[in-house]
């Protein structure tokens, strides 16, 4: 049975005028949001014919999902699209859509180039998420596609998340979108009490123990013994993000890429998370020649092995990359964690969308420094994005969470925010800051990515791009050219240009006449053998 305000988010969208406008479904973590996506379903393919595209942001998050619709919703055929099925079976689901027998299609961001002559509804679960962007070859947002496709078929569309992006919470708030609101979490659950842990304070009172606080592993251990579920956050993979020289400061780094290979221990050997390059674990500083090399930094497989030494009777799983490459592996590690099988789950951020744990009670966020501080505009709505969504997994039947936070700057005022799960505020503050320094939404950007394997050759042509856009559309609106955080990636050097557009501005003719400016460069003798990158609404 739905709550109140469950009920009024279904009629409202059930409801809607004929005229297509997407509807922005605002919930909480543990408001059952999935329980309000299939009551709409229900309502919306009542007729024999209709269709329903059901996006996901992770493969991950298909199984689960999946397997409650199917319960539910059984005289629904269904199928699921994603590149972890095999060839045979996804052209076997791919045609089931085409046909319209498959009345539901579960998929992550390509199921939206499947051809569904049906469509009646269209539903982007966890719609803030950054994975709808392919960020490679070709580049678009499957929100968006999945908006325009429903446009153009006149069916109803319906964005659902926790913690909205910026943008689509803008548009609902201008009234482009509709916007549904749940704001109490189902049933007697409640929302997790939150606690900041200060590793500054703990690290001078010497109450650390490794990268934890006493505070931290007291509280892992007391869950443990009443037999409840932790789980532990780290989004970063592998055993420690580099290996460094304590003689000389020597840093072990890829060989074609600017960044640390991270050393992975299960397999003992460094590997690059850009381009793949992997080597065997080094013996001797490669600068001095000494052999005091040291890991530095937690991954997850280093708090798995940290933890289990300190809480040494306790069945600790791990949900990363490295762990869940095959479909089997993924499904067999949510069925133990399920079962009970498993006392404390170290995880990256795959356990932070839409997972739903029945004994899961505490949360630990290990290092919230390293998700605020990080140099993009996006950084603390992405923070807080994070973090709630990790938080949200927590208690989310009878028993209140708690979630602990580890942090060296407990004052931020983010964490005002994340602590009163306090949306519309953190909102409001980011609102001011974007319209201020002229950030989406109130501008449309564009980013060239300029690449060579010479970095003078692409230092010059990025400069000489940068001088021809800025003659032609004014300096107002073009940013750089910069090198970005990462300067080399796969041996090619990389600069980039930003490109703002204030409203007012016709984007469809601007990328025209851009597409016109690139379309020359060959010609010219500075860009030979220079890749230009154009990323519309870049991420």
């Known amino acids: 049975a739905l709550n109140d305000e469950q009920s009024n988010a279904v009629a409202s969208v059930v409801a809607s005028a004929a005229e297509f406008k997407p509807f922005l479904l605002h919930?909480?973590?543990?408001?059952?949001?999935?329980?309000?996506?299939?009551?709409?379903?229900?309502?919306a393919l009542a007729d024999n014919d209709g269709q329903a595209l059901v996006l996901v942001p992770e493969i991950n998050l298909t199984p689960q999902l999946e397997a409650r619709f199917r319960n539910r919703l059984p005289h629904l055929p269904l199928v699921s699209l994603h590149s972890n099925l095999g060839e045979s079976e996804r052209l076997q689901n791919w045609r089931l859509a085409q046909s319209g027998q498959a009345r539901i299609i579960i998929g992550t961001r390509l199921a939206v180039f499947t051809p569904i002559p049906n469509l009646k509804i269209v539903m982007v679960d966890e719609e803030h998420d950054g994975s709808y962007k392919q960020q490679d070859s070709m580049r678009y947002h499957a929100?968006?596609?999945?908006?325009?496709?429903?446009?153009?078929?006149?069916?109803?569309?319906?964005?659902?998340?926790?913690?909205?992006?910026?943008?689509?919470?803008?548009?609902?708030?201008?009234?482009?979108?509709?916007?549904?609101?749940?704001?109490?979490?189902?049933?007697?659950?409640?929302?997790?009490?939150?606690?900041?842990?200060?590793?500054?304070?703990?690290?001078?009172?010497?109450?650390?123990?490794?990268?934890?606080?006493?505070?931290?592993?007291?509280?892992?251990?007391?869950?443990?013994?009443?037999?409840?579920?932790?789980?532990?956050?780290?989004?970063?993979?592998?055993?420690?993000?580099?290996?460094?020289?304590?003689?000389?400061?020597?840093?072990?780094?890829?060989?074609?890429?600017?960044?640390?290979?991270?050393?992975?221990?299960?397999?003992?050997?460094?590997?690059?998370?850009?381009?793949?390059?992997?080597?065997?674990?080094?013996?001797?500083?490669?600068?001095?020649?000494?052999?005091?090399?040291?890991?530095?930094?937690?991954?997850?497989?280093?708090?798995?092995?940290?933890?289990?030494?300190?809480?040494?009777?306790?069945?600790?799983?791990?949900?990363?990359?490295?762990?869940?490459?095959?479909?089997?592996?993924?499904?067999?590690?949510?069925?133990?964690?399920?079962?009970?099988?498993?006392?404390?789950?170290?995880?990256?951020?795959?356990?932070?969308?839409g997972l739903d744990f029945d004994g899961l009670s505490t949360v630990a966020i290990f290092d919230a420094d390293r998700i605020i501080n990080f140099p993009d505009f996006r950084a603390h709505e992405r923070a807080f994005q994070l973090i709630t969504q990790v938080a949200g997994r927590a208690g989310r039947r009878d028993e209140q969470g708690q979630v602990f936070i580890q942090t060296n700057q407990p004052s931020h005022r983010l964490f005002q925010f994340i602590q009163s799960g306090d949306y519309a505020a953190l909102y409001a503050d980011e609102i001011v800051e974007r319209e201020g320094y002229h950030y989406p939404p109130f501008v449309r950007l564009i980013k060239l990515t300029l690449r060579h394997m010479e970095s003078n050759q692409v230092e010059k042509a990025a400069h000489e791009l940068g001088a021809i856009l800025k003659a032609k559309y004014g300096h107002g609106r073009i940013l750089g050219p910069e090198r970005p955080l990462i300067e080399r990636i796969r041996n090619q050097f990389v600069m980039e240009i930003l490109i703002k557009l204030e409203k007012g501005v016709s984007l469809a003719q601007f990328k025209v006449d851009l597409r016109l400016v690139l379309d020359e460069l060959p010609s010219k003798p500075i860009f030979k053998g220079v890749q230009?990158?154009?990323?519309?609404?870049c991420l």
């Not at 309000?36 to 229900?42: E, H």
């Not at 230009?532 to 609404?537: C, F, G, L, Y």
């Open 27 to 43: 919930g909480i973590t543990g408001s059952g949001k999935t329980e309000v996506y299939m009551q709409i379903l229900q309502q």
């Open 143 to 353: 929100r968006d596609v999945a908006m325009v496709l429903a446009g153009q078929q006149k069916a109803k569309v319906l964005l659902g998340s926790a913690t909205p992006s910026i943008e689509s919470y803008y548009q609902a708030k201008q009234g482009k979108y509709g916007l549904v609101s749940l704001m109490e979490r189902f049933g007697k659950a409640t929302l997790p009490e939150m606690t900041l842990i200060d590793t500054k304070y703990a690290t001078k009172m010497k109450q650390m123990k490794g990268g934890f606080s006493v505070d931290l592993v007291t509280m892992l251990d007391e869950n443990f013994q009443k037999g409840k579920q932790s789980l532990l956050f780290q989004n970063r993979r592998g055993y420690s993000p580099y290996i460094q020289c304590q003689d000389c400061d020597w840093i072990a780094e890829c060989n074609q890429c600017d960044v640390s290979l991270t050393y992975h221990a299960k397999d003992q050997e460094l590997r690059c998370h850009y381009c793949g390059y992997r080597e065997g674990l080094l013996r001797r500083c490669g600068a001095c020649g000494g052999t005091n090399l040291k890991t530095m930094g937690y991954g997850t497989e280093k708090l798995e092995e940290e933890l289990q030494l300190l809480i040494p009777d306790a069945r600790i799983g791990r949900m990363d990359l490295d762990t869940t490459r095959s479909k089997t592996a993924f499904n067999s590690l949510l069925a133990e964690i399920q079962s009970g099988n498993i006392d404390i789950l170290v995880g990256t951020q795959m356990v932070a969308k």
């Open 532 to 537: 230009v990158i154009p990323d519309v609404d």
